[in-house]
Nanobody, 118 residues
Framework: QVQLVESGGGLVQAGGSLRLSCAAS????????MGWYRQAPGKQRELVAQ???????NYVDSVKGRFTISRDGARNTVYLQMNSLKPEDTAVYYC????????????WGQGTQVTVSS
């Protein structure tokens, strides 16, 4: 059974930092491209950062230079370091397998709430 458990969210002031974690089980973690997604109230879920099985990364323009995605194969965990947070980063953050999301068959965990106050 696939499980993706996100943690690390919270309330932070603008300009602050948070580090999100996503612990994966039930998958061959090392073979999967992973992504961090977010969904703000009233908006569609968007992919904000992705990391391939080989460690290549890509980011949506709005977070470039502020967010860093990384992965630890020994812990089956993917991280999102978020710096210089802005109120518009407020959302529920989720992780998932990129290909699974693209297939339309992804299931989602509970996510972790990030709230940035101005």
């Amino acid at each position: 059974q696939v499980q993706l458990v996100e943690s690390g969210g919270g309330l932070v002031q603008a300009g602050g930092s948070l580090r999100l974690s996503c612990a994966a089980s039930g998958i061959i973690f090392s073979l999967n491209d992973m992504g961090w997604y977010r969904q703000a109230p009233g908006k569609q879920r968007e992919l904000v950062a992705q990391i391939t099985s080989g460690g290549s990364t890509n980011y949506v323009d709005s977070v470039k230079g502020r967010f860093t995605i990384s992965r630890d194969g020994a812990r089956n965990t993917v991280y999102l370091q978020m710096n210089s947070l802005k109120p518009e980063d407020t959302a529920v953050y989720y992780c998932n397998r990129i290909t699974r999301v693209l297939s339309g068959y992804a299931s989602w965990g509970q996510g972790t709430q990030v709230t940035v106050s101005s």
